[in-house]
């Protein structure tokens, strides 16, 4: 009966108030792009699809992150550094305050390093003889191509020189890791005069904690691999200490998101740039604090994802801040501040952060490098208080031999 | 032996001057987005992946594209007008003098009537129940939603009207269909004062050709359907003599590019917006001139795709321009010349049109459709002059009863 | 307070009804897969993601398109046919009785000649040199090459000459061209003895009624309109007579629907291989039922689609059976018999049919393309007994001159 | 002039041999399904596209990775184990002797507990209330819903207590850990009597190494660091010494590679379901042999990808084999035994496992596993003998303090 009653149209629409909520959202009308166009009249322009959630995303960054009581944790997954995403975007948006703590593949951090020791990566295309490439030394992602031996060769022997330094002689996560390397990476950088290009630098500088949930995939972990494997062949594993514990990194992370909420009663949000164990790492602080250390909590309260992965697959890569709110990781009462855009990140993050950098104040820097260990201590009182499991765990942990 | 060949790195890249060949490209090494940052820095600056692509494309449009003697063809499949993208962005092309003829779903020019009418849509929700909505009389294109009595069955009550008139009482292609609901409709736009909000008013006051592939297909074509079952169902079939056929359509398109060619020797190029079937009836012209009409023919020149299809799953929608080549659809010699990325059209689109906007001059239009006779006949001509299967197929024609 | 409450969840459950609804599905607990394991078995174990919507369709296809009054239409987009999927899957459909009509684009169609006119194409790679490929006269569909000349001229050159047959002389919609294509090609795969090998055959042996929404756009199109130019040229007109008329395709494809549903008080069922205008074509029924022609009705009854595009893009490929219930094209009570898998046609349409042939009988062919009069006759009446604006519009009609 | 060419085709067709090369494919003509079709059948049967790249996929399956001297790595992300992919299709695959090695998320090890541990997961919808799903206290993968109490409380449970026995007090690679754990849940498993249900306990029964590149994502590590927290806070870390070092992994897996081809003279392939970090952690055993470590080695023999990751966007997840080819991860004299199908993977591993059950021999398990130390050996042996930069390095390492 569809038909019948649409036929009496206007008495319909007085008995109708869901309808005017549907239609409550502002109209689709856009203004003519002219030559003078910014990219904040072109975001703010865009009212639909993935444009709109762009636009959502961006509004965001805007309304909510800016606020200085914010926590701003940015993920990055895919090829993102060789492609010099670095230099032109992450790299400004630390500096302007909105990373307060960043989860990472290794082999980002991995190709970052080519930048500081002005390692040259060239545009060329997807369309080549990967056979012929080989034989001539030319390395490729995707349309990057660069020197087998100049660049990767070289960089790993540098960064096997520097693991070697005294400071990393010890057990640590790959928060200490990033911090020392970054230091040695900061120094180089400063040297070449080449300006900001090395995010390790720039999170050094800052005091911003770098976390990686898979140190040994990646040619940075792989050069870790390898020294050990040379302390163990030469019976050097008394002078050869570095290991790396991802115990650490996994409480390190929770107490940032732990202290934000629960000591400074702020607010915690999430940039997720693709998916991955980053994006995992990211969002498993919530469930850390709920499930694991039974601290009560309620999950990020904003959300960013860009993405080319659909929810459909089942993948977390691609799950979106709904299904993250089922498990806690995002907090339920808070869904529609949560965005999912399926844009290519190397067009829709350089717009993101520019829109940022046109619409926002720089933030303090909240260095919580710097204050790591006031942070961990926090986490582990509040356990204490917290978990009604205690008890039994300790009792068999003394039981051990 | 790949690890021992590298090992005399210095010596071999002497032997090697591939490899230099392959490392020419530009340095990847971006600028750092600024507030002050325009859209031409912000694209000129993506350097790799789809937003190497991007800038590729909009790199095409700056070089080539604005060369006066290039006949650009705009093709757009997916629900653009409904976001809004009419105004926003598909007229400022129009305007600038880049897009001399327009393939076009039938959906799109319908919502397009929307605007002109002064219909309103809304930004809402995809999350959305749709049985609610429909129970209220509200309808939904992924977070648009509108009215169903206020927008679609007001949009085709007047259309039919429109339709009614004595001009469109002939056999037509849609060029010429377009042509008379581009005038009316830019009646209708001038009177509501709302500025440029139709690409059927603005190709219409601009010459340019508008051609839908499935003229039944969409809202537009059932209309015209409804009207037709009508006029049989009252034998009224001597007053309404509305017919769309195809084939001059075909013809039609087909003109435009062996105009382009062969008559002013000049170049021919194709802004793809997703695929479907405007992007086939767009680039099946080069293969109707020299498969079907058997005129010696070399494709298009340029080749600009935005599309979220890829290639593997063998559709039109997403085959790259090289295997467009292969079918002579596009210039094999100029593959180079021939950009898809594959980024989401909401931001991809505006950010090419901008980069259009503020990188080159405005176009004189070239009104080809006011040329259509004469291109038609230039067409018949060069058919007649090349076409060796002619007298076989006109001795079986003249034998037809 | 997530965590407390949890605390308690023995006392909690008892309170929490809801909890055992949402954990009332099946058990994810499938079976191992063993050498002996059969098609069936496979599909029905598979719990989850699109393998579950996979399953899920397989299942609708068994439950409710097996009935004898479900009316089932197959859309199909993508180019299908060369790569096989016309005799491997498509006829088998056919034969099985699970297909009453058929919406397609023009090139599945054309490609689908070639296998009736015994021409090879060949398995490949996508990843060859084309302009390579077009010296030599080789043309490609992704992986898939064959013969410029042999296959496509030769093609063409047979198309132009069953074409001029008189019983193709008529103003016609693709419905009934097809018919008349089907025939001829029906005996030309009859004398090649080379099995059942073309979709336009089985469709006309079984008396399937075919639709192509784009008629102009495809080489079959393309040679129409090589013909009328000829015609024209040689002032033939009254010979070639040769038009297709979209809007009778709108009406006859809308009459079936009406008449499933009104007239013999069936059901109706969409299988929709990919998107695109075929997809948009099929779907658009009921909108013509209900918005166009202001028939009361209330949409398709079930809906599976099998489709790479997603949602979030706007576009109608992608739009899912929730979306549709928005516009009335499905029914909205019934969203629940509507599936949505995205999976790549070429595994899972042909497991799709497997799993139907496997699961079913075969249905009695119900020969619509026969009752093509009665069908429209119908529509005629409803249109004339429901319409409320007939009169208007008659007027206007009646005073054109 | 195209045309001209070929209105010679005769004489032309002489003088182009690459045409018959690239037309030398078995032409695309395949059976028909029909209700006995089984699953060789349908697969033999796929001609193009991804279907072809599936079917291709198979036969390395059937022909190369069938060969004893072959050593088969399987690398899974995304959530498959919660969609029951264990039970069904891993844990066949295993027992069929073609997973050598395995590389996981550490989340697919995770939910593989509930198997094992009889929690009940359960088909349900996507499209449900999240925020109503999180208070009834229900957890949501995708279309898989399960209680949050019953399931993710009482697993973590369940494993914190099989973590403090004494075997897992140590450091050790995740091979080791869940070497461990594998026994502790084979045990649960023939308790439960639920035949097999785990893959852990399956990878245990058959001596295979099981490696998570990423071991404090996932909610095993975080129980690993929350007794970590527990241990520190209450000062017991001489009690509970269970840590993970990333380091013991790669050179373990790495070993497995080297020993297949160097020292047993065979050959490597993977199986690489998704992308992520798994696929990463498992394509870089070939760069640390020769990038690292230095020594001589030539990348995968064998390589087959199921993934819906597209290359374009830069991410490793979608890098074809080709780009592998250019890191030596993949012999690059040996791409054409490489295939990437895009089809969702919930469809196609169920397909392609049992594919190789119908049309292989059960392998002799290679158990890997249990030759840990001499694997290891192995490893430093060659490493000592290539590397050319041990001297320097030894040298740098002994002056550490």
Not at 35 to 40: Q, S, Y
Not at 312 to 324: H, I, K, N, R, V
Not at 370 to 398: A, F
Request: with cysteine; aromatic share 6%; glycine share 8%.
């Amino acid at each position: 009966m569809q038909h019948d009653k649409h036929s009496h149209a206007g008495s319909d629409k007085k008995s109708c108030p869901g309808r005017e909520k549907y239609l409550a959202g502002k109209r689709v009308m856009p203004k003519a792009l002219a030559a003078g166009v910014d990219i904040t009249s072109i975001v703010d322009n865009m009212d639909a699809y993935n444009g709109g959630r762009l636009r959502a995303a961006c509004h965001l960054m805007k309304e909510k992150y800016s606020a200085a009581d914010v926590t701003v944790g940015l993920s990055i997954a895919g090829a993102l550094t060789p492609a010099g995403l670095g230099p032109s975007t992450i790299i400004p948006l630390i500096n302007h305050g909105f990373v307060d703590w960043l989860s990472t593949t290794g082999a980002n951090m991995y190709h970052d390093l080519h930048f500081a020791f002005d390692m040259s990566l060239h545009r060329g295309s997807h369309a080549v003889n990967d056979a012929d490439l080989r034989s001539k030394g030319v390395t490729r992602i995707y349309d990057i191509l660069f020197d087998f031996e100049d660049v990767l060769m070289e960089t790993d022997k540098r960064l096997r020189k520097i693991m070697l330094r005294p400071e990393f002689q010890k057990e640590m996560g790959t928060r200490e890791f990033y911090h020392h390397l970054g230091k040695a990476i900061n120094e180089i950088e400063q040297e070449k005069k080449l300006g900001e290009v090395s995010i390790l630098a720039a999170a050094y500088r800052n005091g911003i904690p770098v976390f990686t949930s898979s140190p040994g995939d990646s040619t940075i972990g792989m050069n870790i691999a390898g020294l050990e494997l040379l302390a163990e062949a030469k019976g050097l594993g008394n002078k050869f200490k570095l290991k790396i514990n991802p115990s650490l990194d996994v409480n390190d992370s929770t107490a940032i998101i732990l202290n934000a909420k629960d000591f400074e009663n702020g607010k915690t949000g999430v940039i997720l740039i693709g998916g991955g164990s980053p994006k995992n790492f990211m969002l498993q602080t919530a469930p850390q604090i709920q499930e694991v250390l039974m601290i009560p909590g309620a999950g990020q309260d904003y959300d960013i994802n860009i993405t080319d992965a659909r929810p459909d697959t089942g993948g977390l890569s691609g799950a979106p801040p709904s299904e993250a709110a089922s498990w806690g990781k995002i907090d339920p009462s808070k869904i529609d501040q949560a965005v999912t855009a399926y844009v290519d990140v190397t067009v829709a993050f350089p717009l993101l952060v520019a829109y940022t950098l046109q619409n926002t104040s720089p933030k303090k820097f909240k260095r919580l490098y710097d204050r790591g260990d006031e942070l961990r201590r926090k986490l582990v009182e509040s356990y204490l208080k917290h978990n009604r499991e205690i008890g039994d765990l300790e009792s068999l942990m003394k039981k051990l031999p």
